[in-house]
């Protein structure tokens, strides 16, 4: 009768066994990531949002936070108007956010800071113990900067030159604002 000898596959599987307990034992454990601080923000990213919140604060209500989500949308909006659209107004009711846009004709570049600013000049037309805007004044696009409810802000802007020279600035706020029968702060 022959023997057989199982030794050495059962060196083998020991062998293997111990080589993948001391590789597991030298690999650090696995760790979760450290959250990614977000980059840091543009000057003009800067100045739409200090604008912004010097508007807010002065009515009481929390400051927004920039979203590069929104700035990127915003940016490809005002490609396309630039690109395609000769710089016109875009169409900004079917969006899911809240949206401002300021054409000045104008090739010469609007600073962030002088956008809000005059989106804020409709604050004089806004009558807060009605909610409601002076009769035959727009104050819609200020309601929009102060919006409570509003917490994220993306904007960008474009120059436009040729035919049409005028630069195009949108900011997106989400949640959006200017909900009917609700008060902005």
């Not at 840091?40 to 009515?59: C, D, G, I, M």
């Not at 104008?106 to 805007?133: D, G, L």
């Not at 005028?166 to 997106?172: G, K, N, P, Q, V």
């Amino acid at each position: 009768m022959k023997m057989l000898h199982y030794f050495p596959l059962f060196f083998s599987l020991a062998t293997l066994s111990l080589l993948l307990v001391s590789s597991t034992a030298a690999r650090p454990a696995a760790t979760t990531p450290e959250p990614t601080a977000p980059p840091p923000l543009t000057p003009a990213a800067k100045e739409f949002l200090e604008s912004h919140n010097k508007a807010r604060a002065e009515v009481g209500v929390e400051p927004l936070q920039w979203s590069e989500k929104l700035a990127k949308d915003t940016s490809l909006l005002v490609r396309y108007q630039r690109n395609k659209m000769a710089c016109d107004f875009a169409n900004l009711t079917a969006s899911k956010y809240g949206g401002n846009q300021l054409w000045a004709g104008s090739a010469a570049a609007v600073t962030p800071s002088k956008a809000v600013e005059e989106w804020v000049k409709e604050k004089e037309f806004y009558i807060h113990v009605n909610n409601t805007c002076v009769v035959n004044h727009e104050c819609g696009v200020y309601t929009q900067v102060v919006w409570k409810k509003s917490a994220q802000l993306g904007c960008s802007q474009a120059t436009c030159t040729g035919k049409k020279e005028a630069s195009l600035t949108i900011c997106f706020y989400d949640p959006p604002g200017n909900v009917i029968g609700e008060s902005p702060f």
